[in-house]
Nanobody
Framework: EVHLVESGGGLVQPGGSPKLSCIASGLPFSRYYMNWVRQAPGKDVEWLSAIYSDGTNPYYADSMKGRATVSASSETVYLELLTLQPGDTALYRC????????????????WGQGTQVTVSS
């Protein structure tokens, strides 16, 4: 059974830089892109970043360039968020598509439960 488990969220002061983690297990393949997405209340799911499972080929949404760093080590993928603002408050989730590619905008694939990041003073 596939499990994706995120951690590292919580209450963050404006300007803070939390580092989120996603641990994957039980995957039927060993090479894939790990995607990070987020969903704020009342908003659509937003793709943030992706990285290949061997830690190569990081990609970022335009809105996250210079504001996040994605990395990978073994079965863990990290997303360090930089200088967060209240508008970054959201549920952050990792996603692996069934074909191991980039997130395609749907609800298929493997999803973690997410880690809530709340930016507030």
């Amino acid at each position: 059974e596939v499990h994706l488990v995120e951690s590292g969220g919580g209450l963050v002061q404006p300007g803070g830089s939390p580092k989120l983690s996603c641990i994957a297990s039980g995957l039927p393949f060993s090479r894939y892109y790990m995607n990070w997405v987020r969903q704020a209340p009342g908003k659509d799911v937003e793709w943030l970043s992706a990285i290949y499972s061997d830690g190569t080929n990081p990609y970022y949404a335009d809105s996250m360039k210079g504001r996040a760093t994605v990395s990978a080590s073994s079965e863990t993928v990290y997303l360090e968020l930089l200088t967060l603002q209240p508008g970054d408050t959201a549920l952050y989730r990792c996603v692996i598509e069934l074909d191991g590619g980039f997130w395609e905008g749907g609800r298929g694939g493997y999803w973690g439960q997410g880690t809530q990041v709340t930016v507030s003073s």
